[in-house]
């Protein structure tokens, strides 16, 4: 059977992990089979090869090696979780076998509300270097994100309704 896909994406400070952790509770209490991938793990070493200088070689060598695990298990669905993963489409396709269906979630939030948010966890001179990636990846990722990729505002909202907008857009309840 083909694996299923969620994708979770969002600039720096928008929710992702909270949501999908609470994403992975919700479907825990439901019963439903899934695994849940942080990609920014994927890729954290240090120095990384001069040859794959971004680490996304790293990424698709890891993920495919994680999801064999998870499939030799009898897992088909997979929560991936990275600030550009909907971007990835294509890479995260290749590393689960080349096939897939896949959906995409990416989470926004305003400017202020993001602020907020890492201005609660990050300190001293990394929290400007912080909210300019954030910016930059929201940027990108309003641009670049197609049709395809489902948008929900987090500003607001409680990590639990957050859940629900998720897991309605995924499919994966029905």
Not at 138 to 154: F, I, N, S
Request: net charge positive.
């Amino acid at each position: 059977m083909e694996p299923e896909v969620l994708l979770v994406a969002g600039r720096s400070g928008s929710g992702k992990s909270s949501v999908a952790f609470e994403l992975s509770a919700r479907w825990q209490r439901f019963g439903l089979a899934h695994c849940l991938v942080d990609g920014d793990n994927l890729s954290a070493a240090y120095p990384r090869p001069a040859s794959d200088p971004h680490g996304t070689a790293l990424t698709e060598a890891n993920l495919r090696a994680v999801w064999g695990t998870y499939a030799a298990a009898g897992y088909r669905r997979l929560v991936y979780v990275n600030t550009v993963s909907v971007l990835e489409r294509e890479l995260v396709t290749r590393a689960l076998g080349g096939r897939a269906r896949v959906s995409g979630v990416l989470l926004t939030a305003s400017a202020r509300t993001i602020r907020e948010r890492l201005g609660a966890r990050e300190i001293g001179s990394a929290l400007r270097e912080h909210l300019d990636r954030s910016a930059a990846a929201a940027e990108l990722l309003d641009r670049a994100a197609g049709p395809w990729v489902t948008r929900v505002g987090t500003d607001g909202r409680t990590v639990e309704d957050l859940a629900a907008a998720v897991a309605a857009a995924s499919g994966w309840e029905a």
